[in-house]
Structure formats: structure tokens, C-alpha cells
């Protein structure tokens, strides 16, 4: 099953709410929700009080992306502040330290993601699968909404798949950066099954249109 995350670092701030609100309107699956430390990504966004009001605005699943340094430290804050699915960066920590996290994360009922950057190879997510719910391939350099979309990460993507296949056949693949309607389905054909949108999403004139669009 497709399924589409509008990432709000493209909504409008000041009326958070309404556009929070207005996912559930466009069929939206998950309200995708960047958060940055100016140290992993050269650009700060918001944190655990932010994530905390949002839960109270909304039934939809929050999956919640940290762009952070050594996120162990905060996943039991964000579990607590009510994510749905929490993601770390496996560029973010050693390898010991990103697996405390992913149990940490689903010891607290929680699905537990990692994410990898465009550089990092696919066999990269391999020591973590078993621990994993969601993987999420950038198709982006994280760090700003707008960007445009790294064809060149769809034979990651492909491998990345695969391993999920014969691994861990429940895990979900998601693709984040540069989609619109045209590089979803480039995503589809390479093995994603959940797509974030930002700037596509909230630039729409038909968000529910947009939304279908994807998942067609
Ligand atoms: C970038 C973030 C994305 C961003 C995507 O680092 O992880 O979620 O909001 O924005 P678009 O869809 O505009 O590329
Ligand atoms: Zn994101």
C-alpha cells in the first residue's frame, strides 16, 4: 500500500494548526515532522514541545524524522511527546549506539526508523534491519525543504528493497526529498511504499488531488 507523509517544513508556521488539521482532509497517512540541530544538518527547525502540541491536533500517525547528533540521547523525549514512527540517521552515531536507540525507541511502543544520507552505501542498513520499521532512503542532502531529486539514489533504493524483502518483508521503505508526482512514481517502480512531500505537497492547489495523485 502507497502511502503519502507532507513533511510540514513547508507549511505555514504562523497556522500550523489549519495546515496540520487540513492533512487529514487530503487523505494524508502520516504528518512527516523534520527536526534539526544545526550540528547533523546546517539548519535548526523544532523540537520536543513542538512535536508535543501537534500530537494534540491530530489522530494521524507522526513521523518524525531527527536530523540530530547522537540522537540517543533524545528518542525517549520524542517517543514520549507522542511519534508515531521516530527515525534516526545511521551517520548520526556509532553502530552500537544507533542500535540502543532502535530498541530504546520500540521499548517505548514506538515504530523505530533509520535514515541514510546520499552518500552512505545501502549495505550501510544491513546491521540494523532487524530492529527497524521504517527505512528511509534521502533523496535529498538533508537539511532544506525544496531541493531537487537524486535520481542517482535508485539503484540504492532498489538494493535497499531487496534486503527488505528477504530480510524484514513488514519494514517500510519511504523516500524523502524532491517528490512530486513524476518522482514518486520513479520511487514506486524502485520498491518505496511511502513518500514524504514538503514543497510539492504544500505548493498544491489540490492537496487531496496531490495526495491521490501519489498513490495512484
Ligand atoms: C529535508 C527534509 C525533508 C523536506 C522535504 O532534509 O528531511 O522532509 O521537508 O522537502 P521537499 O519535499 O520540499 O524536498
Ligand atoms: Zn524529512
Redesign the pocket.
Known amino acids: 500500500m502507497l502511502k503519502v507523509a507532507p ?1 510540514i ?1 513547508s507549511a505555514d508556521f504562523v497556522n500550523l494548526e489549519r495546515d496540520i488539521r487540513a492533512l487529514s482532509v487530503a487523505d494524508a497517512d502520516y504528518v ?3 527536526v534539526m540541530d544545526g550540528l547533523f544538518v546546517p539548519n535548526i527547525t523544532i523540537g520536543i514541545p513542538v512535536v508535543a502540541a501537534i500530537r494534540k491536533i491530530t489522530d494521524l500517525p507522526l513521523d518524525v ?1 531527527l ?1 540530530i547528533d547522537r540522537p540517543l540521547r533524545y528518542v525517549d523525549d520524542f517517543c514520549k511527546a507522542g511519534s508515531d514512527i521516530l ?1 534516526v540517521h545511521v551517520e548520526a552515531d556509532n553502530e552500537e549506539n544507533t542500535i540502543a536507540a532502535l530498541k530504546r525507541i520500540r521499548e517505548n511502543g514506538v515504530k523505530a526508523a533509520i ?1 541514510v544520507k546520499p552518500k552512505t552505501p545501502p549495505e550501510a542498513v544491513l546491521p540494523y534491519l532487524p530492529y527497524c520499521d521504517l527505512i ?1 532512503v ?1 533523496t535529498v542532502e ?1 537539511g532544506f525543504g525544496g531541493q531537487s531529486f537524486m535520481q542517482d539514489m535508485m539503484p540504492k533504493l532498489k538494493q535497499i528493497r531487496s534486503y527488505i524483502d528477504a530480510q524484514n518483508p513488514t519494514c517500510e521503505l519511504e523516500v ?2 524532491g517528490i512530486n508526482e513524476k518522482t514518486a512514481k520513479i520511487c514506486a517502480e524502485n520498491g518505496a511504499n511511502v513518500f ?1 512531500a ?1 514543497s510539492a505537497y504544500f505548493k498544491a492547489e489540490d492537496p487531496s488531488a496531490f495526495v491521490r495523485a501519489l498513490k495512484a
Open positions: 513533511s517544513l512527516h515532522v523534520d524524522h536530523m527515525t535514515s528511509l534521502m538533508p524523502d526529498g514524504v514538503g
